[in-house]
């Protein structure tokens, strides 16, 4: 089970970007999207197929040799940047309806679902996930955004620039690991 971190800046910029691998099981017995698709494992775009029906790719024939995939990193990375893209318009419209800041499930692609956290200076903590666990979500993002306020704080850091540093990331590492 993965999930996918995005922070955006009230323009919509992308500042931080992680991806979690996660070891907890996603608890739903169904099967994959992916088992009623013909197998593309020896196609060039088998891993953008697979992440674009929500399922994990098989692997990818690379010389002679099938090499696993993995949904967010490498080759189906651009997906989900599009299915996080494409869902900032959804999130605003659930931002103008309700003028909560945690956002349970502001949209849906195929078995991900997309979560969000509008913090009041306008910035976008946007979640790609494919499991329940309500509380668990929104405890990672309180601690992210507390954890983005104190990076804010901090007079070497530019407003709404890329977030380069190695304290942030590896402690919102440890709390993906902790919450999610």
Known sequence: MSHHLFLLSPTDTPLYMLTHLSTRSAGSSALPLSSNLPNWSTSAFAGTVAALSGASATGALVSGKTT???IGGGQDRHVVQMIANASLDAIEETVRINSGMYLRAADKFNEWTVSAFITPGNMKFVLLHDAKGDD???NFFLE???????????????????IRSSVFDARVRGSAKKYL
Request: aromatic share 16%; hydrophobic share 50%; no cysteine.
């Open 136 to 138: 668990s979500v929104k």
């Open 144 to 162: 992210v955004w507390e954890l983005y306020v104190k990076t804010a704080m901090n007079p070497f850091y530019t407003a709404h620039t890329a």
């Open 68 to 70: 696993p995939a993995v």
